[in-house]
T-cell receptor
Framework: DTEVTQTPKHLVMGMTNKKSLKCEQH?????MYWYKQKAKKPPELMFVYSYEKLSINESVPSRFSPECPNSSLLNLHLHALQPEDSALYLCASSQGPAMNTEAFFGQGTRLTVV | SQQGEEDPQALSIQEGENATMNCSYKTSINNLQWYRQNSGRGLVHLIL?????REKHSGRLRVTLDTSKKSSSLLITASRAADTASYFCATDGGALIFGKGTTLSVSS
């Protein structure tokens, strides 16, 4: 199984809502990542988890809250988002540090904030 | 933060032609990777080239790396309509840091 599964595929939420994005992999990878991608732009790194501990936070606003409950799961909790947060949110995983090995990406969650 | 800059930003070719995309980066690297993204979907790893390698092949893909010029190129030979996608180079930055990408359109 070389899949990274993200749910939901699409999400529309109001600015006062609380929602969560979920990511799951069963490849035994110990590094997991959240990226944000706006239209016609490259993915931008948000968070890195290594061995279930947050190792990188790219100065992401606190309305985005990551969580890694176990080595297979990665969540991104969303609260009080702004319309400019609308984007494709991508989860990825890798066996080791991503710069040294192939990273596997999920198909993303298309988020619209209204 | 972005490290890589691809050019061209967009490339349109006919099936059967070769497509070359270039990537320049700013800081020293241990390796460089290329990824492909079909419209609005996840990224797929294409190839990884280490800093001590100059060229690497995978099927119809050929990647070169020139660390003295801090640049890499991706060549797709005998392109197909199915190669239509965005292509990104990615370098070290604690995690993969992607360049701006090249959008390739292959028409039949």
């Amino acid at each position: 199984d070389t899949e990274v599964t993200q749910t939901p595929k699409h999400l529309v939420m109001g600015m006062t809502n609380k929602k969560s994005l979920k990511c799951e992999q069963h490849m035994g990878h110990r590094a997991m990542y959240w990226y944000k991608q706006k239209a016609k732009k490259p993915p931008e790194l948000m968070f890195v988890y290594s061995y279930e501990k947050l190792s990188i936070n790219e100065s992401v606003p606190s309305r985005f809250s990551p969580e890694c409950p176990n080595s297979s799961l990665l969540n991104l909790h969303l609260h009080a988002l702004q319309p400019e947060d609308s984007a494709l949110y991508l989860c990825a995983s890798s066996q080791g540090p991503a710069m040294n090995t192939e990273a596997f990406f999920g198909q993303g969650t298309r988020l619209t904030v209204v | 933060s972005q490290q890589g800059e691809e050019d061209p930003q967009a490339l349109s070719i006919q099936e059967g032609e070769n497509a070359t995309m270039n990537c320049s980066y700013k800081t020293s690297i241990n390796n460089l990777q290329w990824y492909r993204q079909n419209s609005g979907r996840g990224l797929v790893h294409l190839i990884l080239i280490r800093s001590n390698e100059r060229e690497k092949h995978s099927g119809r893909l050929r990647v070169t790396l020139d660390t003295s010029k801090k640049s890499s190129s991706l060549l797709i030979t005998a392109s197909r309509a199915a190669d239509t996608a965005s292509y990104f180079c990615a370098t070290d930055g604690g995690a993969l840091i992607f360049g701006k990408g090249t959008t390739l359109s292959v028409s039949s």
